[in-house]
């Protein structure tokens, strides 16, 4: 059953036009990851936070891109990391218009 993942942090930019030159290459290796299926990027310049919602096959999917993820922000100095794995539903998934 395929997994949603959504994962917010506080995010001091860069936004837009901007954020799109600068994490290219991230999009693009985020692509490659093992189980996934897709990526909604998300971004609140006025509230200064960041993230996105992710398509994985699999829950082990999910929860790995987790992990790397949360500790790549680590990394750079973010230290709340906000993150779910939910279930999807896809028959009604499907009603709605859903990307699955």
């Known amino acids: 059953m395929a997994k949603l993942l959504q994962i917010d942090f506080p995010f001091a930019g860069p936004f837009g036009a901007d ?3 600068a994490l290219k290459e991230l999009a693009v290796s985020i692509t490659e ?3 996934f299926i897709w990526k909604i990027w ?3 310049a006025s509230e200064q936070d960041a993230g996105g919602i992710y398509l994985f096959k699999t829950e082990e999917a999910a ?3 987790l992990e790397k ?3 790549r922000l680590k990394g750079l100095g973010v230290d709340k990391v906000h ?3 939910f279930d999807v539903n896809e028959a009604l998934s499907k009603i709605t218009g859903g990307p699955i």
Request: charged fraction near 20%.
């Open 19 to 21: 954020m799109t030159e």
């Open 33 to 35: 990851e093992p189980g």
């Open 42 to 44: 998300t971004e609140n």
């Open 63 to 65: 929860q790995a891109y």
């Open 69 to 71: 993820h949360t500790a």
């Open 83 to 85: 993150a779910k794995i």
